[in-house]
């Protein structure tokens, strides 16, 4: 499941501009000789990453910051589309997927990493919903205190800091306390807004800093 995902991230960047099979093409050499590596050297007791005492709970290094980066080289080599290229501003067509598929996938994808039922699991639940919830709310609130002269708050707002919640506290997830947890939405929606403003690429979907940056912030 997490080489299927982590490539459904990558491609995301060649989303309204990529052509399908070299799409296809670029995903089976991209799982194959990248994240494949990158899982290896991270879960294997035998990865270089592992022997030096790396802890990754659910996939922050293979899965967010494997293809968040490679994302952004993705969207460097595809250029623009063209209604980025005439200024127009690009939004989320359908919001109610938008919720349904920030929210509703984490909680076995976290959840689920340690391959067990038990108060681990349930732990790591409560943690993952604690940092897309204080991620959300820092998300919204610094749209309403820093937009102007619109203040208001968006679903769209929230989905975006929920998910920068959720993806830096993957790493960690299995680790960390409760209270713990409520630090990294905050932290990296801070970044994730800081950085992505620092960068003039199409990124359709803010991959880079949604997945890079997020990923990186959850794993220091």
């Given at each position: 499941m997490?080489?299927?995902i982590?490539?459904?991230i990558v491609i995301?960047?060649?989303?309204?501009?990529?052509?399908?099979?070299?799409?296809?093409?670029?995903?089976?050499?991209?799982?194959?000789?990248?994240?494949?590596?990158v899982?290896?050297?991270?879960?294997?007791?035998d990865?270089?990453?592992?022997?030096?005492?790396t802890?990754?709970?659910?996939?922050?290094?293979?899965?967010?910051?494997?293809?968040?980066?490679?994302?952004?080289?993705y969207?460097?080599?595809?250029?623009k589309?063209a209604?980025v290229?005439?200024?127009?501003q690009?939004r989320?067509h359908?919001?109610?997927?938008?919720f349904?598929?920030?929210?509703?996938?984490?909680?076995?994808?976290?959840?689920?990493?340690?391959?067990?039922?038990?108060?681990?699991?349930a732990?790591?639940g409560?943690v993952?919903?604690?940092?897309?919830?204080?991620?959300?709310?820092?998300?919204c609130?610094?749209?309403?205190?820093?937009?102007?002269?619109?203040?208001?708050?968006?679903?769209?707002g929230?989905?975006?800091?929920?998910m920068?919640?959720?993806?830096?506290?993957?790493?960690?997830?299995?680790?960390?306390?409760v209270?713990?947890?409520?630090?990294?939405?905050?932290?990296s929606?801070?970044f994730?807004?800081k950085?992505?403003?620092?960068?003039?690429?199409?990124?359709p979907?803010d991959i880079f800093a949604?997945h890079?940056?997020?990923?990186?912030?959850?794993?220091?």
């Amino acid at each position: 499941m997490f080489p299927t995902i982590a490539t459904t991230i990558v491609i995301g960047a060649a989303s309204e501009r990529g052509r399908i099979w070299s799409t296809i093409v670029f995903a089976f050499v991209w799982s194959t000789l990248v994240y494949d590596f990158v899982a290896c050297w991270t879960w294997s007791p035998d990865g270089w990453a592992a022997t030096l005492g790396t802890l990754d709970h659910a996939g922050g290094t293979p899965v967010h910051i494997a293809a968040g980066t490679s994302a952004f080289a993705y969207s460097l080599v595809l250029g623009k589309r063209a209604p980025v290229t005439h200024g127009e501003q690009n939004r989320p067509h359908n919001l109610d997927n938008l919720f349904i598929g920030t929210t509703l996938p984490w909680f076995g994808f976290n959840g689920g990493s340690g391959l067990t039922v038990g108060i681990r699991a349930a732990l790591v639940g409560v943690v993952t919903n604690l940092a897309a919830f204080t991620g959300a709310f820092t998300w919204c609130m610094l749209d309403y205190f820093l937009l102007k002269p619109k203040h208001k708050i968006t679903l769209f707002g929230f989905c975006m800091g929920s998910m920068a919640g959720l993806v830096c506290i993957t790493p960690g997830s299995g680790y960390i306390n409760v209270p713990a947890s409520a630090f990294f939405g905050s932290i990296s929606v801070y970044f994730d807004r800081k950085i992505k403003t620092l960068f003039k690429i199409d990124d359709p979907f803010d991959i880079f800093a949604q997945h890079r940056i997020g990923g990186f912030v959850g794993r220091l």
